[in-house]
């Protein structure tokens, strides 16, 4: 992933809008972004965001405090999820309250 991103760095979200365009699915969800540059990609398409807070002191790798200070006003459909003490069910449950709204 590293290397790959050395060279271009919004490799991975390119390649899933070039799949995304040619087979022309209903919904598309892209399940990681951690980079502005791939949250960038999907900008001009309106899309809805979602982040998962974690615990900030897990991990100091680039790839998971990149968006730390990204500007999330950007984003028109954007739903935060303090998800540090949730379980799956409970995540499950605020997705469907949150985010199904603003797909139907």
Not at 19 to 28: G, L, S, T, Y
Request: proline share 6%; hydrophobic share 45%; with cysteine.
């Amino acid at each position: 992933s590293e290397v790959c991103r050395a060279t271009v760095p919004d490799c991975w979200a390119a390649a899933a809008l070039r799949k995304i365009k040619a087979e022309q699915p209903k919904i598309a969800m892209i399940c990681d972004a951690r980079f502005p540059t791939e949250i960038g990609v999907f900008l001009p398409y309106n899309p809805i965001v979602v982040r998962l807070r974690r615990n900030l002191y897990d991990s100091n790798h680039i790839s998971e405090v990149a968006l730390d200070s990204f500007n999330w006003s950007k984003i028109t459909n954007f739903v935060m999820i303090e998800n540090v003490n949730l379980s799956i069910e409970e995540k499950s449950k605020v997705l469907q309250e949150k985010v199904l709204p603003l797909i139907l």
